[in-house]
């Protein structure tokens, strides 16, 4: 029998939008424990977005790239008889958010810039508008599932 699941931790929301999808974006850019520098670099990111597209507000830009970025399926491997198939499976709404927010950092990390704040704010400008590696990384998960359509039945 396998042991039970831990309970899961209630994160509080974040201090300047009083939201937890923030809250848990700042968690997932903070490095070493650091969570005031995570908290600068997504609140100069924010700023910056909101200055460079003219919009009133940042955090709904945000959001939108965050969307943009969730996958809807994606493919899990499944051994069956000795060969391992590539099964489509669809993805739950929390799996949805943490891959996105995964996605749009590590792309950030491997952007050019000078400040994560930058790179940050240039990837969620770009997942808002539809472009961008995040967005792509999304098509290519989708595709990956589309191709193993056939091996749905194994799900």
């Not at 000795?82 to 943490?98: H, K, L």
């Not at 996105?100 to 491997?110: F, G």
């Not at 990837?123 to 589309?146: C, F, L, P, Q, Y």
């Amino acid at each position: 029998m396998r042991r039970r699941r831990p309970e899961r931790r209630e994160i509080l929301p974040d201090p300047v939008y009083n939201d937890l999808v923030v809250a848990k974006f700042i968690n997932n850019v903070m490095d070493g424990g650091k969570k005031s520098i995570a908290e600068k670099i997504f609140y100069g990111a924010i700023k910056q977005v909101e200055g460079k597209t003219k919009a009133k507000d940042g955090l709904e830009l945000f959001k939108k790239a965050l969307e943009n970025v969730a996958p809807v399926l994606e493919v899990k491997s499944k051994r069956i008889g000795g060969a391992t198939y590539q099964v489509p499976i669809e993805v739950s709404e929390r799996r949805r958010v943490a891959l996105a927010m995964r996605w749009i950092i590590s792309y950030a990390k491997a952007r050019k810039g000078r400040t994560m704040a930058d790179r940050l704010a240039a990837e969620i400008i770009a997942a808002a508008n539809n472009d961008g590696a995040s967005v792509k990384k999304k098509e290519d998960t989708h595709r990956m599932a589309e191709a193993n359509k056939a091996f749905s039945h194994f799900r």
